[in-house]
């Protein structure tokens, strides 16, 4: 007998740029605070590594005990997930006695949006 049991995951909806490119207009107040706070905890090279971590993982998702070695102790990695998902970076879902991590729906978009060359009129 298995103790598996199959959890339907949320459908993702499309990716959608939180902003328009720094280079086409100014960003609103509201913008910058909402785009500062993701490069904010992307600054940090741990939280920068377990991001891509579960970015990169195969399916879109990462179990914590896929991720948890990165040359910091478990607490301090739960921390940085934590810092992650305050920023909007992750989501989270708890599976009998593992979390799962997946990107958030639009972060990378939104990211790269904000970076990316606009075309000037």
Not at 60 to 69: H, L, N, P, R
Request: some cysteine.
């Amino acid at each position: 007998m298995s103790n598996l049991e199959m959890v339907e995951l949320p459908v993702l909806q499309p990716a959608v740029p939180c902003c328009p490119p720094l280079t086409q207009q100014a960003l609103t107040a509201e913008e910058a605070v909402r785009t500062a706070a993701m490069f904010k905890a992307l600054g940090d090279p741990v939280r920068l590594r377990l991001f891509s971590l579960i970015a990169s993982h195969e399916g879109g998702e990462a179990c914590v005990c896929d991720i948890s070695d990165v040359g910091v102790s478990q607490p301090t990695v739960s921390h940085h997930l934590k810092k992650l998902r305050e920023a909007g970076l992750l989501t989270s879902e708890r599976r009998g006695t593992w979390v799962y991590y997946r990107v958030a729906p639009s972060v990378l978009a939104a990211l790269s949006g904000a970076l990316a060359p606009g075309v000037r009129g």
